[in-house]
Every structure is written in structure tokens, then in C-alpha cells.
């Protein structure tokens, strides 16, 4: 089975920019997790989605941050405006039956907002 | 903030040799789970141990979780070049919302 699936795997932008990230969980999944990594704050949960409604937003860091889960299968992080201070790596994970359980990882967007 | 604070913040050790990782946590806990992540990639999950759970092996892996200490520690045994990755864990707590909380990993080199 395939695993989690993010595009673009690099974006580089110019601050200002809209910038989409996307994400397909594994078939089956019933809970998707983005999170962001910095050297410097290590890794954040952002947001996270049980049977795509959101539940927790709570690490969203600003406004300009948004989430959406349209169906089972598709997933998109936006930030807009971006600004360089969004410069991360940003990871998608799903999980199934339990959001307490093990996670499976997608290799990441790593974004450079210039 | 970040739940788990991983020890130490690297470990570079040859090849042949056993790597102990240290993890301290804060709050309850559900469960603690170990992940690996190599160089460019996502992490991986390697093991998961319940609250009630005090020690777990998997292959070369063994895990303990001491509770009352609120700390974990996991053992790689006979090490690999392999093996060279940050290794992070992560807690999942008794109330409250689901998600894990990582800690800051472990990175680990093994010199060949």
C-alpha cells in the first residue's frame, strides 16, 4: 500500500506569496496530522482532522495558516501571505482508528520563503 | 511546548556498539512511541509502549518506560551504519485532545 503522499517535496517563494501544501493519507486512515520542523522549535503539531473535520487548530500559528480536509483522501496546508519566518519543513501524517496511536509520516515540503 | 526532551542531543558511537537514548516527559501519559527519522525523509514509527507497559524489545530495539520518573530510554543493540538517523520520541497523553508531542531528538551516528 502506498504511503502518505506530500507535493511539492521543495517550494521556494517569495514572501508575500500564497503558498499550498498538499497531502494524501493512507486509504483507510482516519486521522491526518500536520506538523511543522525547525532546527529551532523542533516539531509542531499544527493541526489535526478525525474523519475530515478538524478537532484541534490550536497550533495553527497565525491567520495567515489555514487547513482543509475536502474528502478521505486529499488534504491542503495554505498560508497566506507567507513570510520567511514560515521557512520550515512541513510533515503530513495519518493514523488509523486512534489519534494516540502510531503515525505514518509523509517525507515532507520543505519550504524557503525568500 | 514541547513535551519530551530527548538525551543526549547527539550520540556519535562505532559500529558493533550498543546506543542508549534517554527520553523525560511532563504530564500522564497514554502511551510513548519512538520514531526514527533519516536525513531528507519523514519519521518513522518504531515502537510504541503503553503506560502499563514497562519494558518492550522489537528486533535490535528495546524500550523501557518508568513512569513514576515520567522517562524512557531506548537501546539499540549491535549497532549499523544503518541506524544513523535522529531518533525522537513522543508521548500521548491520558485527557484532552489526541496528536503526539516530540521531543527535540536524538541524533545518532555510527561510525563505521
Known amino acids: 500500500d502506498a504511503g502518505v503522499i506530500q507535493s511539492p517535496r521543495h517550494e521556494v517563494t517569495e514572501m508575500g506569496q500564497e503558498v499550498t501544501l498538499r497531502c494524501k493519507p493512507i486509504?483507510?486512515?482516519?486521522?491526518l496530522f500536520w506538523y511543522r520542523q525547525t532546527m529551532m522549535r523542533g516539531l509542531e503539531l499544527l493541526i489535526y482532522?478525525?474523519?475530515?473535520?478538524?478537532?484541534?487548530d490550536s497550533g495553527m500559528p497565525e491567520d495567515r495558516f489555514s487547513a482543509k480536509m475536502p474528502n478521505a483522501s486529499f488534504s491542503t496546508l495554505k498560508i497566506q501571505p507567507s513570510e520567511p519566518r514560515d521557512s520550515a519543513v512541513y510533515f503530513c501524517a495519518s493514523s488509523t482508528r486512534t489519534g494516540r496511536g502510531a503515525q505514518h509520516f509523509g517525507d515532507g515540503t520543505r519550504l524557503s520563503i525568500l | 511546548s514541547q513535551q519530551g526532551e530527548e538525551d543526549p542531543q547527539a550520540l556519535s558511537i562505532q559500529e558493533g556498539e550498543n546506543a542508549t537514548m534517554n527520553c523525560s516527559y511532563k504530564?500522564?501519559?497514554?502511551?510513548l512511541q519512538w520514531y526514527r527519522q533519516n536525513s531528507g525523509r519523514g519519521l518513522v514509527h518504531l515502537i510504541l509502549i503503553r503506560s502499563n507497559e514497562r519494558e518492550k524489545h522489537s528486533g535490535r530495539l528495546r524500550v523501557t518506560l518508568d513512569t513514576s520518573k515520567k522517562s524512557s530510554s531506548l537501546l539499540i543493540t549491535a549497532s549499523r551504519a544503518a541506524d544513523t538517523a535522529s531518533y525522537f520520541c513522543a508521548t500521548a497523553g491520558r485527557g484532552g485532545a489526541d496528536g503526539l508531542t516530540f521531543g527535540k531528538g536524538t541524533h545518532l551516528i555510527i561510525q563505521p
Open positions: 486509504s483507510g486512515h482516519d486521522y
Open positions: 482532522f478525525n474523519n475530515n473535520v478538524p478537532i484541534d
Open positions: 504530564t500522564s501519559i497514554n502511551n
